[in-house]
């Protein structure tokens, strides 16, 4: 918790004796100006003793000796006492140090982790190499090191003597993983494109919403604290929100006066800041050239003093009245008609010169840092006035930066004629005592804030604030388009991501309306063709083949002899939204590979006819663009995503009457109660999800059982596999298999009641996904002279290694260049294998050590299994590095494989014989 109570220390501040400039002493000086320096000649003797002490520890010692006056303990008139120089440097005399090193579980280095005593203030931070000393006075302590994404680590009774280092190692855990998301709504109840989501008091990045308001964070399971932020609307923070493995948070962001533009005065300028609806975008320009700016110094280094007049560039008129000169004030105005040095900032109205008060108040040109400097820049239009670290009366201290920028209404048309002005702030830092506004020579005027009260749309003074003053946006002329790159190119591994962006800029005389979109070249859409399989001429053993299949039988091996599979290759699409299909019988299909789940699987829980059972996912699934969590099971051979349907008469699909966001393996009149059990399983080593009917039964009476699965990965690829079927009287011509859109005017259907399916099958469906986004907006308007910066995201998913293009296509109303064109291009790579898996046993430890050779990965993670054959589903650690060490007690064979996060299996090795059961 902060500390609230001011004082803090006590020191000697009425009649001092001191040095004074030029040589000698002399006595008489009061106030906090001489007590400081008593605080800071202590600090020094500290440092003199104990070199290596760092600011807590000298802090915590001198608020710890200090002698106590008034009220006992600390108090607001004496703080924690009066400074006692000699137990101060007494106490870090007796120091000592815990040193050491803080790890991960794998032996890799924390850099930036917190070490520091539970019992005061005392903390280092852990060098890149993750090593630490904490100096402390001699005693015992509990000493506690922590990162966030870490569970924290404490030792107590760590022993400090005197002189001596005592060393102490830290190993962290990393935390588990969370997912939180949902969706941000405006003001006005609609979705927020371009929201800005943050978690609170953490690292993590904040995340910026699509074109549905939609976000997702992953950060370490716990409980925090969010805020969403966006134009036109008042954040809004929600405290304590738990995460679990997922959890949703939304946000509706409310409505604020103070994110809206002024009402006109009574002349007609309005005033808006960034953040408002509409308001301008900050872009600081520095032209100081004491910040290597191409600025004039003014020279003007003073108390209380203006210089001028200096001639305006280009023609200026300010509430009607037309201006040939300005003068600059060192308190923080451009005025005109006369200069002006009045200190006492005051309210509007006043009897101060027409201009531009951007920091009214007593300010200093005289100190060492500050500047004051003009500027034309001839290429956007506009004359720049700024003050640059300049101090408050009468000396060093804090500091200010603000700018005034005058526009040229040739190029800046407004309504009236008027200039167009804009105030803009730097780094700044007293902000309780002054007048910020407009004023005129005849009493009209805007003001902003004058002694720490707003006009009730003005958001406040600060760091990145942006105010411009305007009469209306007339436009004399025409917008001008100008982007910057050229072009632009993105690479990741397989599964891996990357950024990029584009600036947008109007170099125009008036706003300029834009649009952006992409265009995929490559990969692109197969060719649209029948979602039915096409015929192929057949020979007479593949005809009984095909019949065998029909009636429902299993064939026997002779009969198998051909190379391609089924007699009936297909594939089709795409459909609208962009799936196709194809079967592992087709070139290029997909490979057969049944993954058994029906011995480590769950059982969903169907049991009767024509039910339905809501799952949840274990990672969001995108189908026909909607994110999902959830799944509903149904008994009828089929998982849907749209409201439960247990209908189990097929029909065509797409319809409007089958169950919707529907993957139908077999979607029939099957009936669980004759047989047969549906199971589901998570593959965490293969990032997918596993649902398995296994020897469903048809309808009582036709003897006919099926085994198939539907195996959904979290990149959105979608597989369903046929393993085995028992002949029955009705076969495999009676089912529907396909998708079926959200709202079922868009589908993919494979087949519906006619001869296709066999055992040992696969069907694959995918859909041509963009592997560019746009992060919104994706339009807008640009003021003349303005930029605006469009982000994209490059997704390789599970797209293979490769080149791939596309462009960037920029539509604006700029008639000389309508259409700007942006190639785009995106290198997707693969990781580098490793080699030389090898395990090693560390019998004294009962542990195991892996050690591989590898790059290029960001992430290794350990799974082991039971069987050589698998499944390898049990988490044995991760690591970014090549060598992992995790515990064994011999007690269980094991098999283990080492993957990358992207899911590619990087290597395997087994243990040896000898020590199988090693203790």
Request: glycine letters at 12%; hydrophobic letters at 35%.
């Amino acid at each position: 918790m902060p500390d609230n109570i001011k004082p803090e220390i006590s020191a000697p501040g009425v009649n001092v004796y001191s040095s004074v400039p030029g040589g000698g002493y002399s006595s008489g000086y009061s106030g906090t100006s001489m007590a400081g320096p008593h605080v800071a000649g202590v600090v020094a003797l500290m440092r003199e003793a104990c070199p290596n002490c760092d600011h807590m520890t000298i802090k915590d010692a001198i608020m710890n000796t200090a002698i106590d006056y008034g009220p006992a303990g600390q108090d607001n008139q004496y703080g924690h006492g009066f400074i006692d120089a000699y137990e101060a440097v007494l106490a870090v005399s007796t120091v000592g140090e815990v040193c050491g090193f803080v790890r991960d579980a794998s032996n890799n280095p924390i850099g930036g982790a917190t070490v520091g005593i539970t019992s005061g203030p005392n903390t280092t931070t852990t060098a890149p190499d993750g090593s630490y000393c904490l100096t402390l006075s001699a005693g015992t302590y509990t000493v506690q090191a922590s990162k966030f994404g870490y569970i924290s680590q404490s030792f107590a009774n760590i022993v400090v003597t005197e002189g001596n280092t005592t060393n102490r190692n830290f190993v962290l855990q990393l935390a588990a993983q969370g997912t939180v998301s949902g969706t941000v709504f405006d003001c006005n109840g609609g979705a927020y494109a371009g929201a800005t989501v943050e978690v609170l008091g953490t690292p993590v990045v904040p995340a910026t919403t699509n074109g549905a308001g939609f976000y997702t964070i992953t950060l370490p399971q716990g409980t925090y604290n969010m805020r969403a932020s966006g134009s036109g609307c008042a954040p809004v923070t929600v405290n304590g929100v738990v995460v679990g493995a997922t959890a949703t948070q939304n946000f509706t962001l409310l409505s604020d006066p103070i994110y809206s533009c002024s009402a006109p005065d009574g002349y007609g300028y309005t005033a808006c800041e960034n953040g408002d609806d509409g308001g301008p975008t900050y872009a600081w320009t520095e032209i100081a050239p004491d910040a290597g700016g191409p600025g004039t110094d003014t020279g003007q280094s003073c108390d209380d003093c203006f210089n001028g007049p200096y001639n305006f560039p280009f023609a200026f008129m300010f509430y009607g009245v037309t201006y040939t000169q300005y003068y600059v004030g060192s308190n923080g105005m451009v005025s005109f008609g006369s200069g002006t040095s009045t200190f006492g900032n005051s309210c509007f109205p006043v009897a101060q010169p027409a201009g531009v008060y951007a920091f009214w108040d007593d300010l200093y040109t005289a100190c060492s840092t500050a500047q004051l400097a003009t500027y034309y820049d001839a290429t956007l239009h506009r004359l720049i006035v700024e003050w640059y670290n300049t101090c408050h009366c009468c000396g060093e201290g804090s500091t200010e930066n603000f700018q005034v920028i005058f526009y040229d209404e040739a190029f800046y048309p407004t309504d009236t004629g008027d200039n167009n002005i804009a105030i803009q702030y730097g780094p700044v830092s007293l902000l309780g005592s002054n007048t910020v506004g407009i004023k005129s020579a005849s009493g009209a005027f805007n003001q902003y804030v004058c002694e720490g009260t707003l006009n009730p749309n003005a958001q406040g003074v600060g760091n990145g604030r942006v105010i411009y003053f305007s009469t209306g946006g007339g436009c004399v002329g025409a917008p001008e388009i100008s982007v910057t790159e050229a072009s632009l190119s993105g690479s990741a591994p397989i599964g891996g991501t990357d950024t990029g962006s584009i600036q947008i800029c109007n170099t125009g005389n008036c706003p300029l309306t834009w649009s952006i979109s992409w265009d995929q070249t490559t990969p692109t859409l197969a060719a649209a063709s029948t979602t039915l399989p096409s015929c192929v001429d057949m020979t007479k053993e593949q005809i009984e083949l095909i019949e065998a299949i029909n009636r429902g039988e299993k064939p026997v091996a002779d009969v198998e002899f051909r190379s391609s599979g089924s007699p009936l290759d297909a594939q089709g699409g795409p459909d609208a939204f962009g799936y196709s299909w194809i079967d592992s019988d087709e070139p290029g299909g997909p490979v057969y590979n049944w993954f058994e789940i029906n011995a480590i699987g769950t059982n969903v829980g169907l049991t009767g006819d024509d039910q339905v059972q809501a799952i949840a996912l274990p990672f969001a699934f995108d189908f026909y663009g909607t994110t999902y969590n959830a799944v509903n099971v149904s008994s009828n051979g089929n998982i849907h995503f749209g409201g439960a349907n247990a209908g189990y008469s097929n029909i065509a699909i797409p319809s409007a009457s089958a169950p919707l966001g529907m993957i139908a393996p077999f979607w029939d009149d099957l009936y669980l109660p004759g047989g047969g059990t549906v199971y589901s399983y998570h593959d965490v080593a293969n990032s997918r999800f596993v649902v398995e009917y296994d020897g469903i039964a048809h309808y009582p009476g036709t003897g006919d059982f099926y085994t198939f699965q539907i195996i959904l990965y979290q990149s959105g690829r979608i597989l369903v596999q046929y393993e085995d079927f028992v002949a029955g009287s009705v076969g495999l011509t009676s089912c529907t298999i396909g998708l079926n859109g959200p709202t079922g005017t868009d589908g993919l259907q494979v087949v519906t009641d006619a001869a296709y399916l066999h055992a040992n099958m696969t069907i694959e469906y995918r859909s041509v996904s963009d592997w560019l986004t746009i992060v919104p907006p994706t339009n807008g308007s640009i003021d003349p002279g303005q930029c605006t910066t469009v982000n994209v995201n490059f997704t390789a998913g599970d797209l293979p290694a490769g080149t791939y293009t596309g462009n960037l296509n920029i539509a604006s109303d700029d008639q000389n260049e309508l259409t700007t064109l942006i190639p785009v291009t995106f290198v997707v790579g693969s990781y580098s294998p490793p080699i030389n898996l090898t395990i090693y046993y560390l019998p004294g430890t009962n542990q195991l050590r892996f050690d591989w050779i590898g790059s290029g990965a960001p992430m290794y993670v350990l799974y082991s299994a039971t069987d050589s054959d698998g499944p390898y589903n049990t988490l044995e650690g991760s690591t970014a590095g090549t060598s992992l060490t995790i515990a064994h007690d011999g007690s269980v064979r094991k098999f283990f494989q080492v993957v990358a996060t992207g899911g590619v299996v990087l290597g395997t090795a087994s243990l040896p014989d000898g020590i199988e059961t090693a203790k």
